[in-house]
């Protein structure tokens, strides 16, 4: 059974703090893996990172996948009280599996000012 | 672009009613939707995968007759909540997979909040 596990659970934070979150997963022909920002209705999404060692960037917001450890990371740096959500960590897989994601089960970040 | 609208945001209704939501995306034809189930504070749940002009694929442990879904156009999907009872408040989110790229991102509806009485 595909398995996505993030870490901390929940992390709260003062503004300009760096946050780093953590997504490890167990996934039979993995294809890629997604950030998306759930704030207080859809999670919208952020990455998706299918090549090892390759960080995308989007302002204060960084990714990068290591498919030989099965972990990824997302780094937000000179949080801002704006950035609070919870940060939700998806793997898509192939095979008959193609098209779901297997959800981890989130990080709530609080940034206080 | 990619955008998915998702109808009504947040419905009442009495025990033993049913309630239609529906999941449209707007600028992109979506051959795959996807539905799930969120509980506060909590990730979401993959309900079923539904497929234009198929049958939707339920989880394991949901139930097919009590959450009817259909998927009659590369648009629009619907999901309907029959006899609905307390059991069943929860928010329910929609997603849509632009079928004509390779890259498989969902986009996520606003959700809806059902709350049975």
């Known amino acids: 059974e595909d398995k996505v596990v993030q870490s901390p659970l929940s992390l709260v934070v003062h503004e300009g703090d760096t946050v780093t979150l953590n997504c490890s997963y167990e996934?039979?022909?993995?294809?890629?893996l997604l950030w998306y920002k759930q704030e207080k209705k859809a999670p919208t999404f952020l990455f998706m990172l299918?090549?090892?060692?390759i960080e995308k960037k989007s302002g204060r917001l960084s990714s990068i996948l290591d498919k030989k450890e099965l972990f990824s990371i997302l780094n937000i740096t000179a949080t801002q009280t704006g950035d609070s959500a919870i940060y939700l960590c998806?793997?898509?897989?192939?095979?008959?599996?193609?098209?779901?994601?297997?959800f981890g089960q989130g990080t709530i970040l609080t940034v206080h000012p | 672009g990619a955008v998915v609208s998702q109808h009504p945001s947040w419905v009442i209704c009495k025990s033993g009613t049913s309630v239609k939501i529906e999941c449209r995306s707007l600028?992109?034809?979506?051959?795959?939707m996807f539905w799930y189930r969120q509980f506060p504070k909590q990730s979401l749940m993959l309900m079923a995968t539904?497929?234009?002009?198929?049958?939707?694929?339920?989880e394991q442990g949901v139930e097919k007759d009590k959450f009817l879904i259909n998927h009659a156009s590369l648009t629009l999907s619907t999901l309907t909540v029959t006899s609905a009872h307390p059991e069943d408040s929860s928010f329910y989110i929609c997603?849509?997979?632009?079928?004509?790229?390779?890259?498989?991102?969902?986009?996520f509806g606003a959700g809806t909040r059902l709350s049975v009485l």
């Open positions: 997603s849509a997979r632009d079928g004509t790229g390779s890259q498989n991102i969902q986009y």
């Open positions: 996934v039979t022909n993995f294809r890629s």
């Open positions: 299918t090549s090892s060692g």
């Open positions: 998806a793997v898509s897989a192939g095979g008959t599996s193609y098209g779901k994601l297997t």
């Open positions: 600028d992109f034809q979506a051959t795959t």
């Open positions: 539904s497929n234009e002009g198929s049958k939707a694929t339920y």
